[in-house]
């Protein structure tokens, strides 16, 4: 299909909704580019089966249309389900229940039932029959990754995949009126101008959290849920139909599960049902609230809470692929309807980015796919863009919209037990911060929208520090860090700062990353001084496993929201009585350098002061958007004295475009982001990975006592989010080492990454393929590149004759630019891989382990690789266990570390 030369419409996310706009706009001709944060379709889990109501498939058939490519073919592909319609099984005697109301019993009754258990006369719950059908008499249901599979088709040439959308930039005529609209990446750069953007990519939305400046919320119900599979013998038990299993017995609150047992897959081997288990606040947690586990762990909780299940149900659980097992968070928008805030004319939103919904009821998919339709017609009608018609739009979502949210959350609080009190319960995506007020030094947790401007500290820790317990009930007062503290709070108390939201042109620090933080700070008046603070040492009760988890992972953002960072430099002497050559060389020396925590804590900040030993300010970083405030701040400061760019950008080896705020830093590359943390030092080894989050917009659970595997784990979740290759440009440190995976095993192996960019494009790709995509799997990472292949040679101490494979990654050194290239060989373990950072003829000979290389290129062709992750040793291997390793040729692979000098 050829597209008019006008401009697209961008689309921000590739889920159901968006996915149905873009079908939408394909079948009008409507010029169009979706941009999608992950690798491909099947990147990650797609969630369980959806039910679809009647409206659904009106909306959806009303963009599809007819015929057997259309709607017919989606039909087709979805599942029917007659029998007992929704029916309720009672979890401990496997019973059917007769149906006469919704939810657990009201409170009332719950407390009725409390005593009479112990007579063993509790009633039996009895809930409603809900009417499920949607066509033909029949329940209709469709897995989420086939329903996005099928929405897709056609729309391949206009899906720009790892491309994460993070905000937008209106562009304005002469006239001052908005005329184009580019959206915004994580890695800094922008989308080609459209003529729109609808925000589509679900609850994480920046897209929704910017054009409603902020009104968009999704709260964290506290209650969870588990998914799962099965085979279909498992369900034999159930028969067809579509079942709800309830258990009141759980001390902590009542548990559910739904099943769909679909007829015509019943004896299908090949086939797995799904289910969904979901629970009131409390009774699932997945290990240190972490949600992205998938597999054991949320296999083996759901086979606890269902132990004591009927017999009927217990082969859901006993024959479930563990493997597939995962958790989930149950949210939902502002029960009281979507918000109304200040109209875009070219920016809107659909889907959950608007008004997501507990999973009660099965409406949230449905009101999704009813967005597309709406706003795929009035497209349609006007040809593309036209004025007014986001407002159009979005007043005729409100009112539909507004009533499902309305109905799932009614729902849920009777199934799930929740209750969200707007403006006060927590968001979905934000940990409580506690402050402490610098007068009265008593505590306060703040949650979203009502945190107030604060400032925050950044130290190195003594060996005498207090905790959060100590500070609060006055203990060890005559500890050196408990007067830090007190010093703390009496400097930034009689600090006076510039009103900080009436300075032009003021912006917070641009990473191109998520900012879940999410505040509208409150500053403080011309002239007056911050009332909070927070402190790492005392602000973080860090007996609380849970809390510290959060803590770390909200960190980088909370140092990113003060309205000023204060570094406390307790090994440089007094400023100003100290000679200034022996004081900046102290300064250069400084321990504050070389520790890990203090990298975010220099480069989130807007606003970062440096004070000597006796709190006096000596220096600042002067950032793109401080600017004009360092201007404007010396009449109730005192002088900053000197800005200290340039010499931090030395000491540190961080280029200064960005410490200057002028370079997102997100735009740097992966490879040269470990290099600014490759030379600190952490306490813990676990440290060098979890202080790196933030830098690289990821989150992770904390495991104290997994030692070197958090690094391991990090770039691993860094690869989820990031396909550039630079990940992989680093080289082996240990001398020693025969073997190791492709992920480094420590962050000092980028130590000498720090020109490391990345490549506008893939080498040896069609023009327009971006990247590659890699992602994690059960067999190591599986990596799809363009290879020149090599004849096959002997390796001393590898094994038997062995192939061996040359590519380039998508990154290059500067200056030069020389490519970083992968000698990839295949041993009896696998895949090997040898980095080099000199071009392919300095590799001949002289690598460590290789006795012979001729090297017969031939043509560059298409491989894929599936490269063992972590380290593995086959020093002094004997023939008879290379010859037992053989039988492991396509399950293992690894990679040989030495790479000879440039």
Known sequence: M?????????????????????????????????????????????GYRLRLSAEGLDAIEEVLGPGPEGFQKFWEACGKTGGAGFAAIDAISGETLPEDRPGPPPAEEAAENAAKDAEGKSKAWKPTKEVLTSRDGKTVGIS?????ALFLEGCEPYVEWS????????????????????????DGTKSVEGSMLIGGEGIYSKVAKQVSGGKIKTYDTGARGIHGQAPTTAFKGLGEGVWRVVDKTNPDGWAFLITNVRPNDMDDPNVKFGWTMGAQPGVIAPPNNDFSIVGKEAADIAKSLTKNWSGRLKPLFDEMDEKEAAFWKITCSTPSGVPVWDNHPRVSLLGDAVHSMTPAGGIGANTAVRDSALLG????EAGGFKEGLTKQYEDKMRVYANEAVASSYGMATKQFGVNIVEGSSPTAFFTAMRLLNVTTHQFKEFYDHEVPAYGVLSHRWGTDEVTYKDFLKGRRRDSPGYKKVLDFCTFVRERKIFDLDSRPNRRRRDFGGDDRGGRTPVSPLAGDSLEWVWIDTVCIQKSSSQELSEAINSMFNWYANSEECYVYMSDVPPSATTPSDIFWKEFDTSDWFNRGWTLQEMLAPTTVVFCDRN?????????HSGQKQYAELAPWSGALRFELNERISKITGIQPEYIRGTEPIASASIARRMSWASRRQTTRVEDRAYCLMGLFDVNMPLLYGEGHKAILRLQEEIIKRSADQSIFAWRCTDPDAEMTGILAPDIKCFE???EVVQKARVIDQAPGELRSPFAITNLGLQLTIRARKVARFQATRIGPQSQLYIMQLNCFGIPGPSPIELAILECAHGY???????????IRGRGRHLASLPFELRNPEDYQFYIKLASHNTRGIDRRTWDECSKCRELEWMIIGNAPAA
């Open 2 to 46: 050829a597209f008019e030369t006008r401009k697209p419409i961008l689309i921000s996310g590739g889920g159901l909704a968006a996915l149905l706009l873009a079908r939408s706009l394909l079948k009008d001709k409507i010029p169009f580019k979706l941009f999608e944060r992950d690798a491909s379709l099947t990147f990650r889990g797609q």
């Open 144 to 148: 989420r990754g086939a329903m996005r």
């Open 163 to 186: 491309r994460h959308v993070v905000g937008y930039e209106d562009f304005k005529g002469e006239d001052g009126m908005i005329t184009g609209v580019k959206a915004v990446f994580a």
């Open 377 to 380: 017609g009035l497209l349609a």
């Open 615 to 623: 709190w006096d300010i000596f220096g600042h970083l002067q950032t």
């Open 752 to 754: 000498n990454c720090g």
């Open 832 to 842: 090997s891989i040898q980095h080099s950072r000199s071009r392919l003829n300095d």
